[in-house]
Nanobody, 130 residues
């Protein structure tokens, strides 16, 4: 059974930090990319950051570049999202998702967004107060 379990969300003041974790099981981890997405109330789900479990390549949305860092521990099948300098506009439910890597690697998954991902976690709420 495929499982993606997020943890680490919570309430933090603006300027603070949180680290999200995504524990994966039930599939061949290094054949997939893991993406972090977020969805704020009334808004569409958007991609935040991606990492290839195959070669470690990463991608970030412009809104989080320089503040968020994605990393992967392949031995633990776990991906982390370190979020620093948090802003109220980062408030959202954060989801991790897994997408099968193809010949062209991370790029096509980043381009296709949520539709390109195969498995999803249930999400963890991040609230940033001003």
């Amino acid at each position: 059974e495929v499982q993606l379990v997020e943890s680490g969300g919570g309430l933090v003041q603006a300027g603070g930090s949180l680290r999200l974790s995504c524990a994966a099981s039930g599939f061949t981890f290094d054949a997939y990319a893991i993406g972090w997405f977020r969805q704020a109330p009334g808004k569409e789900r958007e991609g935040v950051s991606f990492i290839s479990s195959s070669d470690g390549s990463t991608n970030y949305a412009d809104s989080v570049k320089g503040r968020f860092t994605i990393s992967s521990d392949n031995a633990k099948n776990t991906v982390y999202l370190q979020m620093n300098s948090l802003k109220p506009e980062d408030t959202a439910v954060y989801y991790c998702a897994a997408g099968l890597l193809g010949y062209y690697g991370l790029g096509p998954l980043v381009f296709s967004g949520p539709d390109g991902m195969d498995y999803w976690g249930k999400g963890t709420l991040v609230t940033v107060s001003s």
